[in-house]
């Protein structure tokens, strides 16, 4: 009997053993009788990690976050382990613990996910300093944020996805927050100007201390450990607060793989990266050895990719991917289109395809905003070819299946917009605008664009 030994409980892992427990318990597969291990030092059970946001403001209980009942593990024979795992020893073939343990294993994946990145600044590692990745991050924050007479100020350091989470999460408890961000313009690196613009001014709008084009220089502390105030580089300014929130980005957490190089012949070694390097079938140099999720990282990026996606979607499909090739249909990893969503306080984030921070010599854009300044649409295309690359939404909600074969068919960036109204997501009786954005269009374009009257019907219908 195969044991699999699957080194993290997020959702590549546990996507992971539920496919490997589905297509090895088929009567005509022909990888029968799997024993199945899922070892993680974060929590007992699986949760939905993006969830926890909703957790610290309210919105649910922790237990909510966990899509399977407790006893769902053992009616599918998937042994769960609380454990740090120290090293892995590859030519044995096993784990060793943080407590001793060791753990045999036949096929092994690792689907450790992220930690939050550290560049060496003092303070770092004080009481209430934190990120906002793992279910100790959320403990933490009840523990010195649980309201604004504990906590009477928050500063947060970086200015990604998870940053403006915990914006919000620390805005919803009232707790003063202020924002360091080193771009000159929020996520700057990824959204082009007007839609990153859009978002400087929801941030303020919510009350948010944003600064611009500052970097973190020290945390100090109190008498006691804790943080007591932040110094910015730039101006030597100190703030003070009694929690920071370090959200610059993440990294594969992949240390433990580190120290088990010292313990295993060179031949034998794990090769990494920033993350665990894998093939194209999420295969390791080591025989037996994948990597999925976070962690994993592609010797060359797929398509326009990165090699390292910290996306949850893309996290699911490796997990499905490696489950297959461990039960006998080998297959390589194909993610498809790229596409992504956010949420930055009341304004929705959406993108399909590649709309880069700045276009490339072939390419084309067209911006259209809505006159309060809180939606928009942005649609980059081959200015040669005229075929739609991708597509940005801020405040209104398109359909991932239009646009995943909409990109499939490499159609033209006139069809999108003929038929830009069945792309429309959002709820019956919202304002559409599709007549205005094809109208700027075709002004600015000096082409005659026309809605398709499917389209204009649903228009007039919901006006």
Not at 106 to 113: P, S, V
Not at 269 to 296: H, Q, S, W
Request: overall charge neutral.
């Amino acid at each position: 009997m195969d044991h699999i030994v699957i080194i993290g409980n997020g959702i590549s892992g546990v996507t992971a053993a539920r496919h490997i427990r589905k297509l090895s318990d088929t009567e005509t597969s022909s990888a029968q009788a799997k024993k199945i291990t899922i070892v993680s030092a974060e929590t007992d059970y699986f949760f939905s990690r993006t969830a926890l946001m909703y957790v610290y403001m309210g919105h649910m209980k922790f237990e909510h976050t966990q899509p399977y009942e407790n006893w769902f593990w053992e009616k599918n024979n998937i042994n769960l382990k609380k454990g740090y795992v120290n090293t892995v020893e590859t030519t044995s073939k096993t784990l060793q613990f943080a407590n001793g343990d060791t753990l045999q294993y036949d096929k092994l994946i690792i689907a450790t996910g992220s930690k939050p990145n550290k560049f060496g600044w003092p303070g770092q590692d004080l009481d209430g300093v934190m990120g906002m990745y793992h279910k100790q991050d959320l403990d933490n924050l009840e523990k010195y944020a649980p309201n604004n007479k504990v906590c009477k100020h928050a500063v947060i350091v970086g200015g990604g996805l998870i940053g403006i989470e915990l914006a919000e999460m620390l805005h919803s408890r009232h707790i003063p927050v202020t924002f360091l961000v080193r771009e000159h313009s929020f996520w700057d690196a990824v959204l082009p100007k007007g839609e990153s613009a859009m978002i400087n001014r929801e941030i303020l709008k919510n009350g948010i201390d944003l600064r611009l084009g500052v970097n973190l220089k020290e945390i100090k502390a109190d008498e006691n450990g804790q943080v007591k105030s932040v110094i910015i580089e730039e101006t030597g300014e100190e703030i003070d607060c009694n929690v920071v929130g370090l959200t610059a980005g993440v990294s594969p957490n992949i240390d433990f793989l580190k120290e088990s190089e010292t313990r295993t012949e060179p031949g034998r070694r794990i090769e990494t990266g920033r993350g665990v390097k894998v093939n194209r079938f999420l295969e390791t140099n080591i025989p037996d050895v994948y990597a999925i999720g976070d962690c994993a990282e592609q010797h060359e990026g797929i398509d326009q990719r990165r090699p390292i996606e910290a996306v949850w979607y893309t996290g699911r499909m490796m997990g499905e991917t490696v489950a297959q090739t461990i039960c006998g249909n080998r297959i390589a990893y194909k993610p498809g289109h790229w596409f992504n969503s956010a949420k930055f306080f009341d304004i929705e984030y959406q993108t399909y395809g590649w709309v880069w921070a700045q276009p490339k010599k072939n390419e084309a854009r067209f911006y259209w905003e809505h006159h309060k300044g809180n939606k928009c649409i942005h649609i980059n295309y081959d200015k040669n070819m005229r075929e739609f690359i991708g597509i940005n939404n801020l405040g209104i909600r398109m359909r991932h299946e239009f646009f995943d074969k909409v990109l499939t068919e490499k159609r033209s960036v006139d069809y999108v917009l003929e038929h830009l109204a069945d792309a429309n997501f959002d709820p019956e009786f919202y304002k559409l605008h599709e007549p205005e954005i094809v109208a700027k269009f075709n002004q600015e374009n000096h082409t005659n664009i026309q809605l398709k009257k499917k389209s204009w019907k649903r228009i007039f219908q919901t006006s």
